[in-house]
């Protein structure tokens, strides 16, 4: 988010054309083909649709800011990389426990930057990972030719703004001041903020994954807090490579769980004391790791506000815990 680009004509071009509303974070988002993008970001969709090429075995991690996508990229890159990097605790040199899973699995969206996080993914073993905000609908026309997977992590949109609220004040610039709960919930509820609006977001997706189960799954953070060990069967399953019975009997499902625990991550010194190569702190990613935290902050009034749209919008998959 902190990172600055230098914006071509052509994305200034557009940028005027399109509404805008004032960012959370800083400058502003602009709402191009339905979607809300920070200034920022909005080149480098435009560049990763133009030029990002998927390969067939890639697999792609999809979700919305705050849905826990640097757990997720933990989770797939211990798993999807367990043969060449063995997750037991005995392993000092396992690379989640020296890079913040966001350098592991980049987004494709800062492929095309021309700012590119290291290690590259294409300098491991296929299959390659990589993670997007981007909505469904705006994906690169190469991935949705391809035979890539999706997976796509969604979480309670009521633990998101709590999240969202926390995020946003960590990293805003000090002489902006701080946002307040009620406009972090407003600017959501109203469908703006990054990538959102939400609930369209995960819509997306969701028919996505009736319409090509074996192509996009769709996972809940709640039930990835619940149900760890299952979820992590369904999701080795899902892109192909599933527990063996030896792997069962060496405890591999526990010891990636316990790699990428919200405790185990959070208090490593590289997730506690460095930065990403936009200047994000890395313990900017870590704050609670929990379902249900928005019962701490949201009023009644916010929660029957939003009970009313997730009912109105996304009865089909119900995420709200
Ligand atoms: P909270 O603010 O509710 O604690 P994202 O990675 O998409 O930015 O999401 C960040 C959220 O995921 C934060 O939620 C963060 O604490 C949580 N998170 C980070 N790592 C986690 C982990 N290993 N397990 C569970 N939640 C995690």
Request: aromatic share 10%; charged share 25%; hydrophobic share 35%.
């Amino acid at each position: 988010y902190l990172q600055e680009i230098e914006l071509s004509q052509e994305t200034r071009d557009l940028i005027s054309t399109l509404p805008a509303e004032k960012g959370l974070i800083s400058g502003h988002l602009h709402q191009y083909q339905g979607f809300w993008y920070p200034t920022m970001h909005i080149q480098k969709v435009l560049a990763s649709q133009k030029h990002f090429q998927a390969q067939d075995t890639d697999i792609l991690l999809a979700t919305t800011p705050k849905s826990g996508t640097t757990w997720l990229k933990a989770i797939l890159f211990a798993l999807v990389k367990r043969v060449h990097y063995h997750p037991d605790p005995q392993n000092m040199d396992h690379p989640l426990l020296t890079n913040n899973p966001h350098v592991l699995v980049p987004f494709l969206e800062n492929k095309h930057s021309g700012k590119n996080q290291i290690p590259d993914p294409t300098s491991y073993a296929p299959p390659r990972l990589f993670s997007t905000h981007l909505p469904l609908a705006h994906l690169p026309q190469s991935v949705k030719d391809s035979a890539c997977k999706v997976v796509y992590l969604c979480r309670n949109p009521k633990d998101i703004i709590v999240s969202l609220w926390h995020f946003t004040n960590r990293v805003r610039h000090k002489s902006m001041g701080t946002n307040s709960l009620e406009e972090v919930f407003e600017y959501f509820r109203r469908g703006v903020s990054g990538y959102g609006p939400f609930w369209d977001h995960v819509l997306g997706y969701w028919k996505e994954s009736l319409e090509g189960p074996e192509t996009v799954f769709f996972l809940k953070y709640e039930e990835m807090k619940e149900k760890p060990g299952l979820q992590l069967r369904r999701l080795a399953e899902f892109l192909g490579c599933p527990f063996s019975p030896k792997e069962e009997a060496q405890g591999v499902v526990d010891n990636i769980l316990r790699l990428c625990s919200f405790e185990n991550l959070s208090n490593l010194d590289v997730n506690k004391n460095e930065k990403l190569s936009t200047g994000m702190e890395n313990s900017a990613f870590f704050r609670r790791g929990e379902a249900g935290d928005w019962r701490n902050y949201l009023t009644a009034e916010m929660v029957e506000q939003l009970d009313r749209i997730i009912e109105e919008k996304l009865q089909v998959i119900c995420v709200c815990a």
